[in-house]
């Protein structure tokens, strides 16, 4: 029996059992809200028992009798609902009907059955997925035994080996089996790559060159009643009021005629403001906190204007402003700068003045390393650098799990070029990145390549596009991003040449002076120009820099990983699973070999396959714990691939049973050949 539900956030949920606490969420694309029979139905389902997460697998043949809604092109069903509300309960009921196998039939569909492949998204529960990190070993809270550190993550034994493979698969395809002899689809040239490792700790002078220690700095606020710090652009805030009843507060700012900061006020209306990643809902309990009113008052609040962010607004309304979990309004600080570089101080005997930085970004290595690298080795332009390490931001608000955190590490390419090739080879690398992280099996449902609107871009840059991925811990339609590319000109190189450059008033690049016309930060005067043997010119490369987070990339793949599905145990009684459907690229562990019985020799069998397998450098789990099915389900859990067991027959025929994760097909593969299968397995998915 299937019947229907909403999500809050007006996504359907179709009810598959009667026990009310499982939900299938649709997010079809192709769709079209009908009603009818399902013809062939190869359905998996997931379960979920809040709204905000939900996660399906569905394929499926059906037979449309009748449509629901304006007769037209196919639609899809989130978008008709959203249209139209109040239709809600007619088009959720034939959905129901719809969605309900009735008696299947196998033969080929009629006419205007419709094929939908694959329809649903993964969990939306963060919640869920942060509870498998911890529970199987891949993150864990940093200084947890001491109630952690916020903004600090450590990766535990499989978060590990995940990361280090997210690492290596980067560097790999990106340098190593770069073949420099051969020109890569749509490239403008052929080109080299090599890499580098420069150290956490530089030379001060290289940040202010850089124009970090200048310019990277967020805006924040302090909240002076709940001593809490707030980055201005993550806060967001809408205007309320209710019923001429008035929130007490302060003036923060100047309020004109004689009124002073600090003086007492009631407002009538206030912007009640709640951190911006969170959900809609909690404007109106921050409402409701701020007027003192029950939930059931809700519908009277009366909202001004849509929801924005707290560096939209004029700093005179900040005295109206109710911070996230205050009392009382006005509580609010003006906005100040705060650089997010960290500070250190080298040596014993160091002073304020010895002050370093730990590197917000492995970039500038490369950069203070250009004439090293172009004089030792024989690279041409042009090349690329590449480079992985850690990076430290002082972030005024660490969130989303490991997103944004105050140590991580990233993957830069520095990739020099000729100015006048520089846009294609901006365009290149910029399509090249996107398709990177859809070959490592992020679907492009979740995957966007944003490009930059002129307002966004650096003042040096001609051109930079994000690629950004719909986290679940954001709402629909957002995404947040893993990688940026960005078309740096020669900014870089010059700025370490010459001296921190500014735009001039004819909107030029020159050195930034002070008022004794001499450099406000002196560049290190070596020459980072390029000699091009073959037109005989000398100038400075142009820079295109596809930077990405190991971190972010990491996490994005862990959600995207992420399913639940009910499959068939060995009695073929239907057992719920939490699978992570890792590349096997990725896969922490490869495969996992177990005896069917502890007895026999299977177990002796057994160990010797997994000694071929570490001794080809593939990383396995041995388990001879606990029924066959549960063993599986442990090795899904954490995505392995492939899992090899040692049974009755292997004894006669020197067979092994290999289950593949994703197909869940089992076939009998030669014990002495099991090396091989599944190495040739782990490269088909390269
Ligand atoms: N060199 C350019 C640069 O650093 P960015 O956009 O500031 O550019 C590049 O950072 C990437 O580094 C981001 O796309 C993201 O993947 C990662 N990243 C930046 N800040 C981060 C943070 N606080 N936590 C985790 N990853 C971060």
Same mark, same amino acid.
């Given at each position: 029996?299937?019947?229907?539900?909403?999500?809050?956030?007006?996504?359907?949920?179709?009810?598959?059992?009667?026990?009310?606490?499982? %939900?299938?969420?649709?997010?079809?694309?192709?769709?079209?809200?009908?009603?009818?029979?399902?013809?062939?139905?190869?359905?998996?389902?997931?379960?979920?028992?809040?709204? *905000?997460?939900?996660? !399906?697998?569905?394929?499926?043949?059906?037979?449309?009798?009748?449509?629901?809604?304006?007769?037209?092109?196919?639609?899809?069903?989130?978008?008709?609902?959203?249209?139209?509300?109040?239709?809600?309960?007619?088009?959720?009921?034939?959905?129901?009907?719809?969605?309900?196998?009735?008696?299947?039939?196998?033969?080929?569909?009629?006419?205007?059955?419709?094929?939908?492949?694959?329809?649903?998204?993964?969990?939306?529960?963060m919640e869920k997925i942060v509870a498998l990190c911890k529970r199987r070993g891949f993150v864990f809270q940093n200084s947890e035994i001491y109630g952690g550190q916020?903004?600090?993550?450590?990766?535990?034994?499989? @978060?590990?080996?995940?990361?280090?493979?997210?690492?290596?698969?980067?560097?790999?395809?990106?340098?190593?089996?770069?073949?420099?002899?051969?020109?890569?689809?749509?490239?403008?040239?052929?080109?080299?790559?090599?890499?580098?490792?420069?150290?956490?700790?530089?030379?001060?002078?290289?940040?202010?060159?850089?124009?970090?220690?200048?310019? %990277?700095?967020?805006?924040?606020?302090?909240?002076?009643?709940?001593?809490?710090?707030?980055?201005?652009?993550?806060?967001?805030?809408?205007? !309320?009021?209710?019923?001429?009843?008035?929130?007490?507060?302060?003036?923060?700012?100047?309020?004109?005629?004689?009124?002073?900061?600090?003086?007492?006020?009631?407002?009538?209306?206030?912007?009640?403001?709640?951190?911006?990643?969170?959900?809609?809902?909690?404007?109106?309990?921050?409402?409701?906190?701020?007027?003192?009113?029950?939930?059931?008052?809700?519908?009277?609040?009366?909202?001004?204007?849509?929801?924005?962010?707290?560096?939209?607004?004029?700093?005179?309304? %900040?005295?109206?402003?109710?911070?996230?979990?205050?009392?009382?309004?006005?509580?609010?600080?003006?906005?100040?700068?705060?650089?997010?570089?960290?500070?250190?101080?080298?040596?014993?005997?160091?002073?304020?003045?010895?002050?370093?930085?730990?590197?917000?970004?492995?970039?500038?290595?490369?950069?203070?390393?250009?004439?090293?690298?172009?004089?030792?080795?024989?690279?041409?332009?042009? %090349?690329? !650098?590449?480079?992985?390490?850690?990076?430290?931001?002082?972030?005024?608000?660490?969130?989303?799990?490991?997103?944004?955190?105050?140590?991580?590490?990233?993957?830069?390419?520095?990739?020099?070029?000729?100015?006048?090739?520089?846009?294609?080879?901006?365009?290149?690398?910029?399509?090249?990145?996107?398709?990177?992280?859809?070959?490592?099996?992020?679907?492009?449902?979740?995957?966007?390549?944003?490009?930059?609107?002129?307002?966004?871009?650096?003042?040096?840059?001609?051109?930079?596009?994000?690629?950004?991925?719909?986290?679940?811990?954001?709402?629909?339609?957002?995404?947040?991003?893993?990688?940026?590319?960005?078309?740096?000109?020669?900014?870089?190189?010059?700025?370490?040449?010459?001296?921190?450059?500014?735009?001039?008033?004819?909107?030029?690049?020159?050195?930034?002076?002070?008022?004794?016309?001499?450099?406000?930060? &002196?560049?290190?005067?070596?020459?980072?120009?390029?000699?091009?043997?073959?037109?005989?010119? &000398?100038?400075?490369?142009?820079?295109?820099?596809?930077?990405?987070?190991?971190?972010?990339?990491?996490?994005?793949?862990?959600?995207?990983?992420?399913?639940?599905?009910?499959?068939?145990?060995?009695?073929?009684?239907?057992?719920?699973?939490?699978?992570?459907?890792?590349?096997?690229?990725?896969?922490?562990?490869?495969?996992?070999?177990?005896?069917?019985?502890?007895?026999?020799?299977?177990?002796? *069998?057994?160990?010797?396959?997994?000694?071929?397998?570490?001794?080809?450098?593939?990383?396995?789990?041995?388990?001879?714990? @606990?029924?066959?099915?549960?063993?599986? &389900?442990?090795?899904?859990?954490?995505?392995?691939?492939?899992?090899?067991?040692?049974?009755?027959?292997?004894?006669?025929?020197?067979?092994?049973?290999?289950?593949?994760?994703?197909?869940?097909?089992?076939?009998?593969?030669?014990?002495?050949?099991?090396?091989?299968?599944?190495?040739?397995?782990?490269?088909?998915?390269?």
């Amino acid at each position: 029996m299937f019947e229907v539900g909403f999500s809050k956030d007006a996504k359907l949920a179709v009810r598959t059992s009667s026990t009310m606490d499982r %939900f299938v969420l649709f997010q079809t694309t192709d769709v079209q809200a009908a009603s009818g029979e399902v013809v062939e139905n190869t359905a998996s389902h997931s379960s979920q028992t809040n709204d *905000k997460a939900v996660v !399906v697998q569905v394929a499926a043949t059906f037979h449309v009798n009748e449509c629901v809604g304006e007769p037209g092109p196919p639609q899809s069903v989130s978008a008709l609902l959203s249209r139209d509300l109040h239709q809600r309960n007619a088009v959720g009921h034939s959905l129901g009907a719809l969605y309900n196998p009735g008696p299947l039939n196998r033969h080929s569909p009629p006419n205007n059955s419709r094929q939908v492949t694959e329809v649903i998204r993964m969990s939306r529960s963060m919640e869920k997925i942060v509870a498998l990190c911890k529970r199987r070993g891949f993150v864990f809270q940093n200084s947890e035994i001491y109630g952690g550190q916020n903004g600090f993550w450590d990766y535990g034994p499989l @978060g590990t080996e995940l990361k280090r493979n997210v690492r290596n698969v980067w560097y790999e395809d990106m340098v190593q089996s770069h073949n420099e002899l051969m020109l890569p689809k749509g490239a403008p040239v052929k080109f080299q790559m090599v890499g580098l490792e420069t150290s956490i700790i530089m030379h001060p002078q290289v940040w202010k060159c850089s124009g970090h220690y200048d310019l %990277f700095h967020d805006m924040m606020v302090d909240c002076r009643e709940t001593r809490s710090r707030y980055r201005l652009d993550q806060v967001r805030v809408r205007r !309320v009021s209710y019923e001429g009843k008035a929130v007490p507060g302060q003036l923060s700012q100047e309020g004109g005629e004689s009124l002073r900061p600090g003086d007492q006020k009631e407002f009538d209306s206030v912007l009640v403001a709640s951190t911006a990643e969170e959900f809609h809902d909690d404007l109106t309990s921050e409402a409701l906190r701020a007027f003192g009113l029950k939930k059931k008052y809700a519908d009277r609040l009366k909202w001004d204007g849509d929801a924005t962010t707290l560096d939209q607004i004029a700093e005179t309304d %900040f005295s109206s402003v109710v911070a996230p979990g205050a009392k009382r309004a006005g509580s609010l600080t003006a906005p100040r700068e705060f650089n997010l570089m960290f500070k250190t101080i080298i040596g014993a005997l160091g002073s304020d003045d010895d002050a370093a930085f730990l590197r917000p970004e492995t970039a500038q290595g490369i950069f203070v390393n250009f004439r090293n690298v172009a004089d030792s080795t024989r690279v041409k332009l042009p %090349f690329g !650098v590449a480079q992985i390490g850690k990076s430290f931001r002082n972030e005024i608000t660490p969130r989303n799990f490991t997103f944004r955190s105050r140590e991580f590490e990233q993957m830069e390419i520095e990739f020099f070029c000729r100015p006048d090739q520089s846009r294609e080879w901006y365009a290149w690398w910029r399509d090249h990145r996107y398709q990177w992280y859809q070959n490592l099996g992020i679907s492009p449902d979740r995957l966007i390549l944003r490009d930059h609107e002129e307002s966004e871009l650096a003042h040096y840059s001609v051109g930079t596009a994000d690629i950004e991925y719909a986290f679940p811990f954001l709402d629909e339609g957002e995404y947040g991003e893993l990688e940026g590319v960005a078309h740096r000109g020669d900014f870089d190189l010059r700025s370490h040449m010459e001296g921190k450059l500014g735009k001039n008033a004819d909107g030029e690049l020159e050195v930034e002076q002070n008022e004794h016309g001499q450099p406000v930060h &002196r560049g290190s005067g070596k020459d980072l120009s390029y000699f091009d043997d073959q037109s005989r010119e &000398r100038f400075v490369p142009h820079v295109i820099e596809p930077s990405a987070g190991a971190d972010r990339a990491t996490l994005a793949f862990i959600c995207e990983a992420y399913h639940e599905d009910s499959q068939p145990d060995e009695h073929g009684k239907p057992q719920e699973r939490t699978v992570m459907k890792f590349h096997p690229r990725l896969a922490p562990v490869k495969a996992a070999v177990f005896p069917l019985i502890k007895k026999e020799g299977m177990p002796e *069998k057994a160990a010797e396959i997994f000694g071929d397998l570490k001794a080809a450098g593939l990383n396995c789990q041995y388990d001879q714990q @606990g029924a066959i099915g549960r063993r599986y &389900r442990r090795q899904d859990e954490i995505g392995t691939p492939f899992c090899i067991t040692v049974d009755g027959d292997t004894a006669s025929d020197n067979t092994v049973t290999l289950r593949d994760r994703d197909s869940l097909e089992q076939v009998r593969v030669p014990a002495d050949r099991i090396v091989q299968e599944i190495t040739e397995r782990l490269n088909a998915g390269a």
